[in-house]
């Protein structure tokens, strides 16, 4: 059991090392440019960037996740602090879906704010 989990615990350690820090750097910066690479490419990686249809930004004449960005950014760690976290949470994931088609946005929303914060986020 315990190979088991050591090897687990390897491939993830590998994930953040390789991908998860980079981006989680990348969305915590300046540069717009990049945050919308990265946000590409974790929706890439974490599988989902289908769900986010590109009539609601690249066929509306907006870079790809646009929207998405614009409400990550806004987005400060303090908001969710205690009892606020859930709420804020779905509010995140409210506004995201209003961009694109009203669909559930949950577990896109909270990979995206994880990957801009971490703590206090739950995936």
Request: include cysteine; glycine fraction near 4%.
């Amino acid at each position: 059991m315990a190979a088991g989990f050591n090897s687990y615990a390897l491939r993830y350690l590998n994930q953040w090392v390789k991908h998860d820090r980079p981006c989680c750097e990348a969305l915590e910066g300046h540069d717009n440019s990049q945050k919308l690479k990265t946000l590409k490419a974790v929706a890439v990686e974490y599988r989902i960037a289908r769900n986010l249809p590109t009539r609601y930004d690249v066929k509306k004449r907006l870079l790809r996740f646009r929207p998405v960005l614009e409400i990550i950014d806004r987005q400060e760690r303090a908001d969710f602090i205690g009892d606020n976290l859930v709420r804020e949470i779905m509010q995140v994931s409210k506004e995201i879906s209003e961009k694109y088609g009203g669909h559930d946005y949950l577990s896109l929303t909270t990979k995206f704010l994880w990957m801009k914060m971490k703590s206090p986020i739950i995936i």
